[in-house]
């Protein structure tokens, strides 16, 4: 089955790049997402990568992909206190049913 | 926009107590999910519903049951609770057409099982 693996946490400081780092099992994944969680929420998409995609860049996000190594990263440029959350890498389950399986999820602390 | 609505926000439980998760969504989406949130574990999915109708166990099912109500709602319900219940526990939802769909999450409910 589906294996994703992340760091559970990460401190920067305002202002600072954070970069949040993601292996993932299942080389057949057509998406790779990252679903941000803020305090007391749900989650939310925040980004994701087609398979066949190297890099993707929103604004102050980047997204790397490395398919040979099987690992997924995210990086926020010039880090703010609203960045705080908890970030999870998730990959579509291959198994025939529609979910996905998510990472243990990385705590972003911002420091101000 | 309502999207996603669990209720309650927060529950006390004792041990063997029963009760039931609620949850309803207005994006009239064919798929329905149950997480639960452990410390240091992620999320892992306790039961679905590719469709109305439909319901299939997860990775974690123990100790809960389900129910597709309707198009728009699924509840979760626990009959005993038990201490390692004690979570956090999410619903979801997408449209359903494919294994890339967009989720769309509640807020969650706290539940203490004591």
């Known amino acids: 089955g589906e294996d994703v693996e992340q760091s559970l946490f990460l401190s920067v400081r305002e202002g600072d790049s954070s970069v949040i780092n993601c292996t993932y099992t299942?080389?057949?994944?057509?998406?790779l997402y990252w679903y941000k969680q803020e305090p007391g929420a749900g989650l939310q998409l925040l980004t994701y990568i087609f398979s066949n995609m190297d890099m993707k860049q929103d604004q102050r996000l980047t997204v790397l992909l490395n398919k040979k190594d099987k690992h997924l990263s995210l990086r926020i440029a010039d880090t703010q206190t609203g960045d705080s959350a908890i970030y999870f890498c998730?990959?579509?389950?291959?198994?025939?049913?529609?979910?996905?399986?998510f990472g243990t999820g990385t705590k972003l602390q911002v420091i101000p | 926009n309502a999207g996603v609505t669990q209720t309650p926000k927060f529950q006390v439980l004792k041990t063997g107590q029963s009760m039931t998760l609620q949850c309803a969504q207005d994006m009239n989406h064919n798929s329905m999910y149950w997480y639960r949130q452990d410390p240091g574990m992620g999320l892992r999915l306790i039961y679905y519903s590719a469709s109305e109708g439909t319901t299939d166990k997860g990775e974690v099912p123990n100790g809960y049951n389900v129910s597709r109500l309707n198009k728009r709602e699924f509840s979760l319900r626990l009959e005993s609770a038990a201490p390692s219940q004690t979570s956090v526990y999410f619903c979801a939802s997408d449209r359903g057409h494919a294994t890339n769909e967009k989720l769309f999450f509640g807020s969650g409910t706290q539940l203490s099982v004591l």
């Open positions: 299942d080389s057949s994944s057509t998406y």
């Open positions: 998730a990959e579509p389950n291959s198994g025939g049913y529609q979910k996905v399986t």
